[in-house]
């Protein structure tokens, strides 16, 4: 069955330190979004994109988040100065279409800011 | 804004039981709703896709139901087993085009 890759797993960084995590949606789907989980807290949506651009996003998804598709299959998150609240799973996701498709996500990648 | 409670928030129950965990949103204005599972620390599995024309879905043991109009769903698990100890969450997806989940239900079936 075709799976979302995510990387690095784990990812430990200092404050202020730019981070960027990686996805590999499915190969045909249109349609991808960033979600985070602090630990403890309910999963929220930061981001989605489709035909290379931002379509929506949360108010957590401020100036110092940017999300960008690279090539042809990478889909990156990119925190500019991280901060110790933006501790949390962080779960790529994507779907064929808006509606009648389920959402398939990746594995997450848990970043800990120190 | 779409609102997701899911209960109870944690259930605990002996192997071999049948159970039910409940979702509700506030907006029935819904595409359709997932059912995920999430083992600690680790990412979130799909179970069950539920368009919101549909009233349920069915996948070996699981059995969801949805009634949109009243803004509840049901998933249904048949003779549990230790293996199904996970959280569960449930997430509509709405006119916002994204996901609201709900904070999960942490289900314990003992051996």
């Known amino acids: 069955e075709p799976e979302v890759t995510q990387t690095p797993s784990h990812q430990v960084t200092q404050m202020g330190q730019e981070v960027i995590l990686r996805c590999v949606p499915i190969s045909n789907h249109l349609y991808f979004y960033w979600y985070r989980q602090i630990l403890g807290q309910k999963v929220e949506f930061l981001v989605s994109?489709?035909?290379?651009?931002?379509?929506?996003k949360s108010e957590i998804f401020d100036d110092q988040f940017s999300v960008e598709r690279p090539d042809g299959s990478n889909f990156t998150l990119k925190i500019r100065s991280t901060k110790l609240e933006d501790s949390a799973m962080y779960f790529c996701a994507s779907s064929a279409d808006q509606t009648h498709y389920g959402y398939t996500f990746g594995s997450g990648t848990r970043l800990t800011v120190v | 804004k779409q609102e997701v409670t899911q209960i109870p928030a944690a259930l605990s129950v002996p192997e071999g039981e049948n159970l039910v965990l409940n979702c509700s949103f506030t907006?029935?204005?819904?595409?359709?709703l997932q059912w995920f599972r999430q083992d600690p620390g680790k990412g979130l599995t799909s179970l069950l896709l539920i368009q919101s024309s549909q009233r349920e879905q069915t996948s070996g043991r699981l059995n969801a139901s949805l009634d949109k109009s009243s803004g509840r769903s049901t998933l249904y698990i048949a003779a549990s087993q230790p293996g199904d100890s996970a959280t569960y969450l449930c997430?509509?997806?709405?006119?916002?085009?994204?996901?609201?989940f709900g904070s999960g239900t942490q289900l314990t079936v003992l051996p």
């Open positions: 907006d029935s204005a819904i595409y359709n």
């Open positions: 994109f489709y035909n290379n651009e931002i379509s929506e």
């Open positions: 997430a509509v997806s709405g006119s916002a085009r994204q996901l609201t």
